[in-house]
């Protein structure tokens, strides 16, 4: 019991080492590749807010967002994570061009409003809801209305 008590107070006074929570940045202090993306894809939308985070185990996140409602995440690296443009289309260019032959064929008209990616896979979600999931070589995996 003792050894659990000890436990649990070890955590509760590490815990604030483990993440120092979403801080405020300048563009300028994003990686370059996450400024060069903004520039490419969103140079004409102003930059509502930057944060990064920094958290022990999961490594460092940036987050943008933009005065229009979209949303992009970053890794460390300034490699994009996610873009979630509400509504709107995700700018060309950034949904990888099997995925949206993918879509073309299967559900035409629509559009990819967000993605995310990692090491396994992408998720895209269109314009009406309809999420689906693809692996690294682009095979439909998954999907979820």
């Known amino acids: 019991m003792k050894k659990v008590i000890l436990l649990l107070c070890a955590a509760a006074i590490s815990t604030p080492l483990l993440a120092d929570g979403d801080k ?3 563009v300028s202090q994003l990686p370059a590749p996450a400024r060069e993306f903004i520039d490419r894809h969103f ?8 944060t ?14 933009f005065t229009d409602g979209r949303h ?3 890794d ?5 994570t996610s873009v979630d443009c509400s509504r ?14 993918h879509i073309a064929a299967n559900y035409p008209g629509r559009h990819v409003t967000e993605i995310d990616r990692d090491r396994r896979d992408y998720e ?5 809801g ?14 979820d209305d």
């Open 24 to 26: 405020p940045v300048e």
């Open 43 to 50: 140079g004409d939308v102003r930059v509502a807010l930057a």
């Open 52 to 65: 990064v985070e920094r958290e022990m185990f999961d490594g460092t996140t940036y987050e943008v967002f």
């Open 72 to 74: 992009v995440e970053f």
């Open 76 to 80: 460390g690296s300034g490699r994009w």
């Open 88 to 101: 709107d289309r995700v700018p060309e260019g950034i949904v990888p061009e099997a995925i949206l032959r």
């Open 124 to 128: 895209v979600q269109l314009d009406r």
């Open 130 to 143: 309809l999420e689906l999931t693809f692996d690294m070589q682009f095979r439909l995996i998954g999907m």
